[in-house]
């Protein structure tokens, strides 16, 4: 293979020299190539091949590059620090690549400078670029706390870490220069620099360390790969005149890159409708939060195949961004990767401009050249894209905002007809551009709005009694919403349905299996009882007096009753309780928290839950309350068996009786029930009363054999809860790295159909499909249910050693009716 940097190498005398170790040099021109640029302050371009900006790659490789700086980010900072910190991302070449960084944090929140003013938006911040084409950076975020890092629930500042992410780290003035604007503005005591590669020189090397102690915070550098560039005298100079030397050949010379004009009456492109989630921005250019996140993920699934059903055949597909517009497109890439075996590439149009060599050892073969498309503040110029005419295409999915959805987009000399004249189809894809509101909401209104209903109670609602519990639901018992279990599961992991949107069949337990509840109830009555004095004395100590139990339905609805009746027996005081709906991927019901807002002091609120399986509920509420004050997003549940709460009643894996059984332990109450056409913006999520099955209920059973315990259970409580005041409870977040670990060994590569916990794998086994159980070598009685439902639907379940857990479900990867594989190709699909 010829290295795409020896052309310029062998003129100038530029050299790539890596780190020292001994692949260092080879890793480094794996990564790069170099091109020349039309640029008076530097003449050469380092040119990334795994950036998705001037070199066509695999989507999967630019954001798996990405993911993985964030990942190590991440163990550097730590999860407790990783969790507050804050990602920036520089325009126009990085905004993919932070936002990639920030998903592989975890929970960050990301903003991209940007060179696009937006009326209304006012500027938080900006700095220059000195070797840039374009030079002036903007901070337009939507909430201006954000780079404050202002996100403690109490309005406090966290002093959350900033995590800086560049395409390269060269002189690191650019850098630098932002970290001391900033610095001034909102001072913290840690930033984190991320860079595709570290190509400073011996010189600049030293700067790091002196401005850290200049500032008094700490600085640290992360990178894919490192080495320096070698500059002979006189470089700027020549590589200027060999630019000039080249474009002075006549027009149209396809021996240096120069790509024709689109052919006249060029026919129409295809637009896709990606029906792009509502509420979800373009991009980080004004923030973009862990709640965004989680709409935007189980979207992309659907939106990849919208548009690969308007590919028709395609074997070779270019999904092309534009300028900033670098996350939307490549996600919607990497999504399209997984949808089609057709092979895909990602880059993105450019404001920059560099000479086009048709040569293999030169990084930019061709060149389109089009007119700007989205009103530039600075006025009409050049636009670019890089290696797409000559590449072999056979069709390209553009993919724009609405903003720059132009006339100049369509017009005759426009991008459009460009990429016509040099591939069989184009297809337009839109995203709407995002337009923040002012004032930016960061909380509910303090007064009830006239349209939230009171709260449901039983028994016109749940078999509870009314003071045990109010449901902050609407009620669609009249609602055929339940659908067979294999239908709903082909629906969800083909991103046709969100699971929210549909019930499964409620499981009826065979008397075989109503035997086995009753004895797993009388052997853990007693455990489940000092849980729950645990929990309850430990918030009671941190959040009382008098604190608002507000469940997470339905898992957590019967351990705040348990909880509440724990309260009024051992000190006489009736706590109030509610249940709320959150879904994974939605977030938290935003008129559940309005009305609570209304009638509670926010900050009395406590959250409770069943107990944490990989603790993706823990994130998906702290990330749904983010544009919420006063509300602390800490749950506190009845066990905690994958580390990830710090209230808690046990770490221990037993069995909960509750998990056994769905609605005839939980008051009769379905699941939530999130859909657009039930589930107004002004109404609560929904869900349903199965009064039908009366009969069968052993919800008030449940509870009263486990209160009959809490007297025999008060002094190992006590000792308990003063141990635990007194230790650290800091989360761990052992459980998410068991699941990640599971995923990846299993062959199913993603977390989300990874259920540890008993209580997580009785859920598959009566809610999902099922493909295996992995349990605890020697684990006992608390899986003899998990034992008899897997023989039911004949699941096998496989001992294992070194499970955090009793037990692991999981769920059929890439499942359609018949699937046997994890690879999810031996299906036969009917």
């Not at 369509?410 to 894809?429: E, I, M, N, R």
């Not at 659908?483 to 082909?490: D, G, L, M, N, S």
């Not at 919420?628 to 994958?642: M, N």
């Not at 999520?685 to 009263?704: I, M, N, P, W």
Request: with cysteine; charged share 25%.
């Amino acid at each position: 293979m010829v290295w795409s940097g020896s052309w310029v190498a062998e003129r100038l005398g530029v050299e790539l020299v890596g780190d020292g170790r001994p692949d260092g040099d080879r890793e480094l021109k794996d990564l790069l190539g170099l091109a020349l640029r039309r640029n008076p302050k530097r003449a050469h371009l380092l040119v990334s091949n795994v950036l998705g900006k001037h070199v066509p790659q695999r989507p999967s490789v630019v954001y798996g590059t990405g993911f993985e700086l964030g990942r190590r980010v991440r163990e550097l900072l730590g999860d407790a620090e990783a969790r507050r910190a804050v990602v920036l991302g520089y325009a126009e070449t990085a905004t993919g690549l932070g936002h990639a960084v920030a998903d592989g944090l975890g929970v960050a929140p990301y903003l991209h400078s940007t060179r696009r003013p937006v009326e209304g938006v006012a500027r938080a911040g900006g700095f220059e670029e000195s070797h840039s084409h374009a030079t002036s950076h903007l901070l337009l975020p939507e909430d201006p706390a954000l780079l404050a890092g202002d996100r403690g629930p109490t309005g406090t500042n966290t002093d959350a870490p900033l995590v800086l992410v560049d395409d390269e780290f060269s002189t690191g003035n650019t850098v630098l220069n932002t970290i001391r604007a900033l610095h001034e503005r909102y001072p913290r005591s840690r930033y984190v620099i991320v860079a595709l590669v570290d190509m400073r020189s011996p010189a600049d090397r030293g700067r790091l360390a002196g401005f850290a102690a200049e500032i008094g915070a700490r600085v640290d550098l992360v990178a894919r790969g490192a080495g320096t560039v070698t500059l002979p005298e006189g470089v700027l100079a020549k590589g200027q005149a060999l630019v000039a030397a080249h474009e002075s050949e006549p027009a149209g010379a396809t021996a240096h890159g120069a790509a024709g004009p689109a052919a006249p009456g060029f026919g129409p492109c295809t637009r896709v409708d990606l029906r792009w989630p509502a509420g979800v921005p373009d991009g980080g250019r004004h923030g973009f939060t862990p709640a965004h996140r989680a709409a935007l993920e189980p979207a992309l699934p659907a939106m990849a195949a919208r548009i690969a059903g308007a590919l028709g055949d395609a074997r070779r597909i270019l999904v092309l961004g534009f300028e900033e517009l670098m996350y939307a497109p490549l996600r919607l890439g990497t999504a399209l990767e997984e949808h089609t075996d057709a092979e895909v590439r990602y880059s993105t149009t450019t404001r920059s401009p560099v000479l086009a060599v048709d040569d293999p050892g030169y990084a930019i073969r061709t060149r389109l050249v089009f007119p700007a498309h989205d009103n530039p503040a600075d006025g009409p110029g050049d636009r670019y894209a890089y290696n797409v005419a000559g590449a072999g295409f056979d069709a390209v999915v553009l993919a724009v905002d609405s903003a720059a959805d132009t006339p100049e987009l369509h017009a005759p000399d426009g991008l459009l007809a460009q990429l016509a004249a040099h591939t069989d189809h184009v297809l337009l894809a839109v995203v709407p551009s995002y337009v923040p509101s002012r004032p930016h909401p960061r909380a509910p209104e303090r007064q009830e709005p006239p349209v939230l209903p009171e709260p449901l109670r039983g028994p016109a609602f749940s078999s509870y009694a009314p003071d045990e519990v109010g449901w902050l639901l609407q009620d669609l018992s009249d609602t055929e919403l339940e659908a067979p279990t294999e239908e709903r599961e082909e629906a969800i992991q083909s991103g046709g349905a969100h699971y929210a949107e549909s019930l499964p069949v409620e499981y009826q337990p065979s008397a075989e299996y109503q035997e086995l509840f009753k004895a797993a109830l009388e052997l853990s009555a007693a455990r489940v009882a000092r849980a729950v004095g645990t929990v309850t004395e430990t918030v009671l100590a941190e959040r009382g007096p008098r604190p608002v139990l507000v469940s997470l339905a339905r898992a957590g609805t019967p351990v705040g009753v348990l909880m509440r009746r724990w309260a009024r027996h051992r000190h006489g005081i009736d706590l109030p309780h509610y249940a709320v709906s959150i879904v994974r991927g939605r977030g938290i019901d935003a008129n559940a928290l309005r009305w609570l807002a209304a009638h509670h002091d926010p900050a009395d609120v406590v959250f409770v839950d069943g107990w944490t399986g990989k603790g993706a509920i823990t994130r998906e509420l702290a990330a749904a309350l983010d544009g919420f004050d006063g509300f602390d997003p800490e749950i506190a549940v009845l066990a905690d068996p994958g580390g990830c709460v710090r209230t808690y009643g046990t770490r221990e894996d037993f069995l909960i009786p509750s998990a056994c059984l769905n609605s005839t332990v939980s008051g009769l109450i379905s699941r939530t029930v999130l859909r657009a056409d039930l589930v107004g913006p002004e109404d609560f999520h929904g869900a349903k009363f199965y009064r039908e099955l009366a009969d069968t209920d052993v919800s008030g059973h449940f509870l009263d054999t486990v209160a009959a315990h809490f007297d025999e259970v008060v002094d190992a409580v006590d000792a308990e809860v003063k141990e635990l005041l007194a230790a650290d409870r800091a989360p761990t977040w052992e459980g998410w790295a068991a699941v990640e670990r599971i995923s990846e060994e299993y062959g199913i590569h993603d977390v989300n159909l990874v259920k540890p916990g008993v209580g997580e794998t009785t859920r598959v086994l009566l809610r999902r499909v099922p493909w295996k159980i992995l349990a605890g070598r020697g684990a006992g009685a608390d899986l003899d249910h998990i034992r008899l439902l897997a023989e039911q639907r004949g699941v096998p379940v496989e001992e294992v050693d070194g499970l955090p857990y009793s037990c692991v479900g999981l769920i059929h990867p890439k499942y359609t009716r018949g699937a046997t594989g994890a690879d999810g190709k031996a299906v036969e699909s009917k």
